[in-house]
């Protein structure tokens, strides 16, 4: 470690957003390059710092400051500089130089002790002076906040934040309670003010802790899915959380009941504790559904002989369900249609698009995804919007306000479909029932037996089970369908029967290993070989995918060496490490969270942007195009060539995609997957984990691993428990 002490004579670059800092510092004769998280530095300033020289490839010697203290400038000189380098506000050289003059080594102690003695210079009104005074002393009290929060181990851009949020306050905040931070600052979680709060001496028993750990534990189960939990779970996790004896839990409930941070509900024989706003948006969702949920008359073989008409017009031909579907729609304004792969859901909603289309009526589509909203572009030939786009996404601080579209600004629609309904969470749900006015067709299709949503809720599920609306179920295989061994044996998983694995299909295949890593290397081979030249598709569009984050044949270990061998070092290729993760330009890469406030832009030849908007999303995948060491940015691009430029602070939202869960997969279509198989938790190896991975492919599925873990995942019927209420609620509205 060494300590250089100068003036910062020229900053040159900062990141408003985490502080980073590239400046010149003037230590005597010499000019030295700095860099570090240096948010409140201002030019003029002396600076005693510690850190240690690094050599970058492109700027050269760089110093690299860990800890620094500013020092109160003690010759004119340096008084002079520091009040004329424009660090306080209406003070120039010129009458630095003045103030200075008239004061000398008495400046600072005059500014911070007896500011209206300033008015005594020609030029400085009283109230100038005590603005002079009042920004000296509140630069002083930020740099004394600043280094009093990384006691608490806390990074500067996180000391950042929270000084932003609470300024003075913030001595006392962290004296008295601490977890006050986990509810109100984006970025500290219970575990970061629990943390300061056992540094800063509070009790493991406090009332504030306990209550923040219940509230922590509702919304780290919200991330598995729940919108509630049982209030013995909720006791469990909360005191295998805390550590401590929960004996009061219901007094701590009720509190937290009465200042309307939960709901707790007594029905269907337990006790379920909601985090408010969870128990709200399912209530709300289950209303507005109610609402869209109306019928009227109308002269079925009038509207049947139409849609045969259209059969013979479009040259399709369809099935009594189908038929069913498209009747149900007219009269109702609320439809689910649900069904396997190739059974039909496409060629109905096109002829649904042609009937609604000769009444003269609005159609708007949507899906979840971009990738479902191109393919159901290309299925229609009409343009489908992901429900963001369609909802006019605006960048809002949360998704109640993150969109356009709402309840005072309805969609311009009379039919709307949506595709891959199983992936809708009880968030979008919301947003888009928001957006629509009763008298709107809604019609909602999707496979139930996919995996629920990667958000909270089971949305699709749990309005089908309600018997509340018109549900059609197509059953169906189509002769095309029928040709593909992909569509026929994803049925069969469905059924829950054993097909022969014995690759003589052209699209389903079986190579079966017991070894983990052989396992990765005939992976390698096929994503980067094989698959790509027998499905005519380019390396980065075929897809590992795989049941597990952690383990031998985790996302996390598969990652790192998928990428080593599908995309390796390159000297040409610039590298950033965040975290325990390496990115590398070329490396292809997901969205792990909604962020609705980025910005993507489109661009044309020469790079010039042609289109821009707002908003990506959890699942989202896209190619690095570049990693710029200098302004500390990497440029993403994503489909629909939308590029997007991540702050390093941000990259906590990417991760590596050559290989993704099953989960995180829902709502893509890939030209082919591979997927390695191996023994994993039984709750997770389960028969829809399986259907869901195999219904990703669209030309080719190839599993490689052990026969015997294919077949009791196709036995295991076990789903993990999501606790959801959006059936019961539409069932005590129908009720009323």
Known sequence: ????????????????DNGYTVMNLVSGEEEITCVGMLPFLSEGELVEASGHYTEHATYGEQFQIDSYEVKTPQDVMAMERYLGSGAIKGVGSALAARIVRRFKEDTFRIIEMEPERLAEIKGISERKAREIAAQVEEKRDMREAMIFLQQYGISMALALKIYQRYGAEIYRVIKENPYRMADEITGV?????????????????????????????????????????????????????LGVSLDGLDGFLADMAVERKIVVKEEEDEVKIYAASYYYLELNAAKMLHDLNVSGEIQEEKVVEKIRRLEKKNGTVLDERQRQAIIETVRCGLVVITGGPGTGKTTTINTMISYFEEEGLEIALAAPTGRAAKRMTEATGYEAKTIHRLLEVTGGPDSASSFGRNMENPLDADVIIVDEMSMVDIHLLHALLSAVVVGTRLVMVGDVNQLPSVGPGCVLKDIIDSEQCRVVRLTKIFRQAEESDIVVNAHRINRGEHMLLDNKSRDFFFLKRQDANVIISIAIQLVKEKMPRYVHADQSEIQVLTPMRKGLLGVERLNRILQEYLNPKDERKKEHIRGETLFREGDKVMQIKNNYQIEWEVR??????????????????????????????????????????????????????YAVTIHKSQGSEYPAVVIPLLAGPRMLMNRNLLYTAVTRAKSCVTLVGDPEV??????????????????LRLRQLGEL
């Open 189 to 241: 979680g219970f575990k970061i003010a629990d943390e300061i709060a056992r540094k800063a001496g509070i009790h493991t028993d406090s009332d504030f802790r306990i209550r923040s750990g219940i509230f922590y534990v509702l919304q780290q189960a919200s991330s598995e899915g729940h919108l509630y939990l049982p209030r013995e779970e909720l006791m469990r996790r909360t005191t295998e959380l």
């Open 604 to 657: 044309g030849r020469y790079g010039m942007p042609i289109d821009r908007g707002l908003g990506v999303f959890n699942g989202d995948t896209g190619i690095i195009r570049e990693i710029n060491e200098y302004t500390e940015k990497v440029t993403v691009e994503f489909d629909e060539h939308r590029y997007i430029e991540y702050p390093f602070a941000s990259l906590e939202e990417l991760e590596l995609a």
């Open 1 to 16: 470690m060494e300590v250089i002490e100068g003036y910062v004579e020229h900053i040159v670059y900062r990141n408003s």
């Open 710 to 727: 294919f077949y009791q995942m196709i036995d295991n019927t076990t789903e993990q428990k999501r606790y959801s209420s959006l059936a």
